[in-house]
């Protein structure tokens, strides 16, 4: 049985329900084709307690975050395999990741500078695979939109490196062909998340209400949480849905920090009696999504298990990277003009679509769930030919793949012509700001970087200097006793 490692982002302090939901979903894709799956993680007790269904476990490798930093240490595991000497935990990373017989970097929104660190163990695994020849596959990506020069490069290589590539919306898949790259357009990995009953600690038992709205956000500034808290409250006015808070990313039990502390300032502003849920494990976030009336969130991972499950969805757009990926998968279900930049939050727009969502509900839920049934297909045939690939290492064997088909987009009222006028706008100045941000930390890193390399060649000059200074004492002090030592053994033989 072939044993096959996959990586996600797992394991974190911050549990993260998108980041489990891929990297599980794709652990029983494999498991079910007969594969023996190991899954790497950043911590190995906690993912073998609450994922549980992998064979095994093996810690990932901790790239640093600072940018020079990270180039150094890749720099440093290339040298190594080609045969030069490294610190240990490259070689022991080396050794156990070179013993399986394939890899899966399964889905994320990782591969890019803003997270580059994750963009470079990424690139870790890559080059292992490349030079013990183990086939790899990379599972439901998104690339960019934020890429350095440098990152852009090693992106390029990874994805030239990999058997088969797999991309969830049109723009990084463009961004692939435009390089030459081969790559197939996919859905998400956790589009078709098969929950357990797995739990994390204070898994709360809490009566839902029949119909609510699934509400997850993060990163509001306090009056955006007011405009939003009246956004729910009118929805429960007029159509008695209540508000189902949802944390997708926080320590658990903590409720000081992440999604739990944002959406109990929302809560703050509300007078609908919201239920405000902790941090719960990705078995239990799923059904909360999937047994919603309306789905409502700044993040990504709502929407894929909201519309996957015939739910409409309203996103909210806090920058060009949520842009780029939220509108990405929304245009998979035609549901794109359902995402409305978080900088329209104080117009017509966001209260409108949910309005709109409420009165169109029956027919919007059949297209998206006639569009869940291709895509359910669609999924199925994918991971055949990641299996067929893993199996004989090679992507000439595979089954063809045709790339997902389009759908028609979903027709919107009036209320959403502003927002198609400035939606793109929007994006791209975040877009740019986001680059230049990017830019300015890599040459930080590297002028620091080179202020550190400059302090240890001085002290390394001071210390040589010293000790040359010590040698040219001892040297005097040797001249000199050799000196009175002839004086003496002359004065003795009389001389």
């Known amino acids: ?63 640093p975050w600072p940018p020079a930093e990270r180039e150094l240490y890749i720099a440093e595991l290339r040298a190594h395999l080609a045969g030069a000497p490294a610190r240990s ?47 790899l596959v990379i599972s439901g990506q998104s690339l960019g939109p934020v890429l350095t020069e440098a990152d852009a490069k090693v992106l390029h290589e990874m994805l030239d490196i990999a058997q088969l590539v797999g991309l969830r919306e049109s723009s990084s898949y463009s961004w692939a062909l435009s390089r030459g790259l081969k790559a197939n357009l996919i859905a998400d990995d956790a589009t078709f998340y098969q929950h357990k009953h797995r739990s994390l600690p204070g898994r709360p038992i809490v009566d839902l209400p029949e119909n609510y709205i699934c509400a997850t956000f993060n990163g509001l500034n ?23 808070f949802l944390p997708h990313m926080g320590q658990p039990q903590q409720e000081q920090q992440g999604d739990v502390a944002v959406h109990r300032e929302i809560a703050s502003h509300m007078f ?48 060009a990277f949520t842009d780029m990926r939220v509108r990405g998968m929304m245009s998979q279900y035609g549901a794109e003009n359902y995402a409305i930049p978080l900088a329209l939050l104080n117009s017509a727009a966001p209260l409108e679509a949910l309005h709109e969502v409420v009165q169109l509900r029956p027919e919007l839920s059949a297209s998206l769930q006639a569009r869940t049934n291709r895509l359910s297909a669609f999924s199925a045939q994918w991971w055949d ?28 009222g009036e209320w959403n012509l502003t927002n198609l006028l400035v939606r793109d706008d929007i994006a791209e100045i975040s877009l740019a700001a986001s680059l230049a941000r990017a830019e300015s930390d890599r040459a930080l890193s590297w002028d620091y970087q080179r202020l550190l ?28 006793n050799a000196t009175l030592r002839g004086w003496v053994r002359r004065k003795m033989r009389g001389e």
Do not use: C
């Open 453 to 480: 390399q400059r302090d240890r060649a001085q002290a390394r000059a001071d210390e040589l200097e010293r000790r040359n200074a010590e040698l040219a004492d001892s040297l005097i002090e040797a001249e000199e």
């Open 272 to 319: 609908s009696n919201p239920i405000e849920l902790p941090v719960v494990h990705a078995d239990d976030a799923v059904q909360v999504h999937r047994g919603a009336y309306i789905g409502f969130s700044t993040r990504y991972h709502p929407g894929v298990f909201s519309l996957s499950a015939g739910i409409p969805f309203v996103a909210l757009l806090p920058d």
């Open 222 to 244: 306090s009056g955006q949480s007011r405009i939003i808290g009246q956004i729910l409250d009118d929805m429960h006015r007029q159509y008695g849905l209540g508000t189902v």
């Open 89 to 135: 935990e490259i070689t022991d990373f080396v050794h156990n990741v070179s013993a399986v017989d394939g890899i899966v970097i399964a889905g994320g929104g990782n591969m890019n500078s803003t997270y580059g660190w994750l963009l470079y163990e990424r690139v870790a695994y890559a080059l292992i695979a490349q030079a013990y020849q183990i086939p």
């Open 1 to 63: 049985m072939p044993r096959i490692l996959v990586l996600a982002d797992l394991g974190q302090v911050q549990y993260h329900v998108g980041d489990e939901t891929m990297g599980i979903a794709a652990a029983d894709e494999l498991t079910r084709r007969g594969f023996d799956v190991v899954i790497a993680t950043r911590d190995v007790e906690h993912s073998r307690q609450y994922i549980g269904s992998a064979s095994d476990y093996m810690a990932t490798l901790q790239v």
């Open 385 to 412: 030919a990641v299996s067929t690939v893993l199996t004989h290492k090679s992507s000439h064997l595979a089954p063809t793949i045709q790339n997902l088909d389009s759908t028609p987009t979903l027709f919107t």
